[in-house]
């Protein structure tokens, strides 16, 4: 088992499932002679061809479209989004075409979307979203938002494997800071499971991707204080409702913390189910920590005050451990 | 305390005994105009329930104490902005609202005048016109006022406290404010605090039971006690009101108290009737009123009770107290089920038929209008209860305490009775036959005693002597 970071496990991953299984191949702008924006596919045109490893033009919808017609003729598709925002131009072949296919005519549509998302580096208003929660409103998507290096691995290969639209979120500020051991064997994680991140018993906080580690910290500052609980829920579609009603019924107190913004973000999803099926489980109202609903700023110390910070969490925090 | 412009309403005293009421139901809504002595709100005490009339007139600016709320009395309600009234005259407004109910209650003024040289001393406790002095200075903040955020119980607290059967009050909170957190009943019952098993009786009382007021009498702890059960299915569930808690507790005390015996008296009421028959006309005519038995069977008690005083008194610790007046308690059920009052009639050996007439249908009148005051309800020596008008025959009344007797009058029935003349015939006549019920407290009043004092009782409505009354 080798150390990688977050971005070498995506392309080991991505590149294992490519060795193993014909059928996949890659997609995106700048994906195969330059490597990628983010470098991830880096050497992949070379080891698979121009035909597994193709450079599309400037057109999601082409991108998304095709993909779509390549896996209902039984291909493998993994697209790449050279930014997780420029999304909204394939929404119709995504939302309209492959999220219904499978309702309309019963045939499966294995593509996977890769989704380089979030801020944090002064990416601005078009670099820096986290659309998820749209897209988690569409049935017939799933959508998975890894945390860890071999999250991201595991992830990636079960985002494969599975017969419909998988979203795979994968966050930038992740790419080279978070370094963990990861499998050189193939593996899978599955989609829709979440996981306990830290264990603690006095507050849960439900979180994805880079929020995890936000969260992280704000634990371990308040250690000595409060014991908290840190559920990652890995699938956002589907989302682990059990884990998170496990841990809420144990704490009695959570928070929702998300890096998108507040209104209609994913959190309120969740803060609803809390309500609805473990309300006398509360002991305090179910708190969200999210950014503002403005776009992203570029400028570094609005975009500092925009994204959840660990300050932010930890005033959250404090505020229930007081309730 | 009124501020220049503006009036503020004052929980009323109700009485000398009362110390708090509960609103129950609020006659106007904020921005409403009133007008002064228009009703404003209903509130409830344990004795009564009664409409609240506005001090001044104006617009209802805000309310402070919301439906289902109990607040002591001088706790300020509601502010009332008088219409463009400049501010010597805004001051001078507020009175009491009691003044106002008190005034209001002038049909029966006669009876309440003849009260104050009536009474004993040992009633000297201030009089009604203490009432007036209760209101003006704003009072401090009740004391529970300050609980609000310790008051609210979270969703798993109160969860955790139905299960192991906590009373939460009973919990030290450590939250904001002083709620009860989850840790602090996991605590608490870690500790002890809670009994394992369900034990009603040994349960404190529910919370929501208004606290009393340590002047009351004690209690037996049998009415509040236990906690009561979650609903079932197929149950509905709902508070008791102040009222009905007051009966529930009055009632179950007395039982506890007296020895209570009821006697059945059959009476042939052929005089009365035909003595009601006769002057129900001239009653109308003259007065305007409308006679009912009722009077007629009351003046007869009151007069049969000067013969046999020990119906009219009281066990006082080892003391037996006798009354020189007759406080006379008509039992009242109000509509719909909604609880039973016993106004008092004060001072009824002085009154005469007419007189006693005018005075039931005064209070009675009072007391389904909500316009009865809590003063209205106490002081009775014996009470007379009338559930003879749904048609019962018999009955076994509780006493209200601390008299020693109550007569029941049960519904006028033509019934075939034997009948003697003169010379010691005997025939199947029909009668208009009437049962009367007293239930006595043996502690004080022995059979015999009791018997004779219903003998005479019947002895003067068979004889019913017009002129006499």
């Known amino acids: ?323 | 305390m009124a501020t220049e412009t503006a009036v503020d309403v004052v929980m009323p005293q109700m009485g000398v005994s009362v110390s708090e009421g509960t609103i129950t139901k609020w006659l106007k809504s904020v921005g409403e105009e009133i007008s002064a002595d228009e009703p404003l709100l209903e509130i409830s005490t344990d004795k009564v329930d009664t409409e609240v009339p506005s001090p001044a007139t104006g617009t209802l600016q805000e309310i402070l104490s919301q439906e289902g709320e109990t607040v002591a009395v001088g706790t300020k309600i509601a502010v009332i902005s008088p219409e463009g009234a400049p501010a010597a005259e805004a001051a001078d407004v507020p009175e009491p609202a009691t003044a106002q109910a008190a005034a209001e209650s002038e049909d029966a003024s006669g009876a309440e005048g003849e009260t104050a040289t009536a009474e004993p001393a040992q009633e000297a406790e201030p009089g009604p016109a203490e009432t007036a002095e209760a209101r003006p200075s704003p009072q401090p903040p009740p004391a529970g006022d300050g609980r609000g955020d310790k008051a609210f119980v979270s969703p798993v607290v109160g969860r955790i406290a139905a299960e192991h059967s906590v009373d939460v009050t009973q919990v030290e909170g450590t939250g904001r404010g002083g709620r009860v957190t989850k840790k602090d009943i996991l605590a608490f019952i870690d500790s002890g605090g809670a009994k394992e098993t369900p034990a009603p009786a040994q349960e404190p009382a529910p919370p929501e039971a208004p606290a009393k007021p340590a002047e009351r009498a004690p209690e037996p702890a049998t009415v509040q006690a236990a906690t009561p059960a979650a609903p079932q299915a197929g149950e509905t569930v709902e508070p008791m009101t102040p009222m009905r808690k007051g009966i529930a507790e009055h009632m179950r005390r007395s039982l506890d108290t007296a020895a209570h015996v009821t006697t059945t008296f059959e009476v042939d009421m052929a005089r009365v009737v035909a003595a009601r028959e006769k002057l129900k006309r001239e009653f109308q005519e003259k007065h305007g009123v409308k006679l009912t038995y009722l009077p007629l069977i009351a003046r007869a008690t009151i007069d049969t009770i000067g013969d046999w005083p020990w119906m009219n008194a009281e066990v006082r610790g080892d003391s037996i107290v006798v009354k020189q007046y007759v406080n006379l308690g008509i039992a009242v059920a109000l509509e719909g089920g909604k609880g039973l009052i016993v106004p008092v009639i004060k001072s009824t050996e002085g009154l005469n038929l007419l007189g006693l007439t005018r005075a039931i249908i005064a209070i009675a009148d009072r007391a389904r209008s909500k316009k009865l005051l809590p003063d209205d309800v106490q002081g009775g020596t014996f009470t007379i209860t009338n559930p003879g008008g749904f048609g019962a025959i018999h009955g076994t009344p509780i006493i209200s305490q601390p008299q020693v007797a109550i007569l029941d009058v049960e519904a006028l029935v033509k019934r075939p009775v034997v009948v003697t003349d003169d010379d010691g015939n005997d025939s199947i006549a029909i009668r208009p036959m009437m049962n009367l019920c007293l239930s006595y407290d043996h502690r004080l009043v022995d059979g015999a005693y009791a018997a004779q004092f219903m003998r005479d009782l019947r002895e003067r409505l068979q004889t019913w002597d017009e002129s006499a009354y």
């Open chain 1, 1 to 323: 088992m080798a150390v990688k970071t977050y971005l070498q496990a995506i392309s080991d991953g991505l590149r294992q499932e490519m060795q193993r299984d014909k059928r996949v191949y890659v997609i995106g702008e700048d994906i195969g002679v330059y490597g990628g924006a983010f470098k991830v596919t880096q050497g992949f045109q070379e080891e698979f061809g121009a035909w597994r490893v193709i450079d599309a033009p400037l057109s999601e919808t082409a991108i998304v479209g095709s993909c779509t017609g390549a896996a209902i003729m039984g291909l493998r598709p993994v697209a790449e989004m050279q930014f997780a925002d420029f999304i909204s131009c394939a929404w119709d072949q995504l939302v309209t075409v492959a999220a219904k296919q499978r309702y309309r005519a019963g045939t499966a549509v294995p593509i996977v979307v890769r989704l380089p998302s979030g801020g944090g580096f002064s990416g601005g208003p078009f670099h820096s979203q986290n659309p998820e929660s749209s897209f988690a409103h569409i049935p017939g998507l799933k959508i998975v938002c890894p945390a860890t290096p071999a999250d991201a691995k595991g992830l990636l290969v079960s985002a494969i494997e599975d017969p419909n639209p998988v979203l795979y979120f994968e966050h930038k500020h992740l790419y080279r800071r978070i370094k963990d051991e990861v499998p050189d064997e193939r593996y899978t994680v599955p989609l829709g499971k979440a996981r306990v991140h830290r264990e603690g018993d006095d507050v849960t906080v439900v979180t994805w991707g880079a929020m995890v580690y936000t969260a992280d910290e704000a634990a371990k500052q308040l250690e000595s204080d409060l014991s908290v609980e840190i559920v990652d829920l890995r699938s956002l579609s589907p989302w682990d409702k059990e884990a998170v009603l496990t841990s809420v019924e144990k704490t009695s107190r959570a928070l929702v913390l998300h890096e998108d913004t507040r209104t209609g973000g994913f959190g309120a999803e969740i803060v609803a189910t809390i309500m609805e099926e473990s309300f006398e489980s509360l002991d305090a109202p179910v708190k969200r920590v999210a950014a503002p609903d403005t776009p992203v700023p570029f400028s570094p110390p609005l975009e500092k005050k925009f994204i959840p910070q660990v300050e932010d969490v930890l005033a959250g925090l404090r505020d229930l451990a007081e309730y």
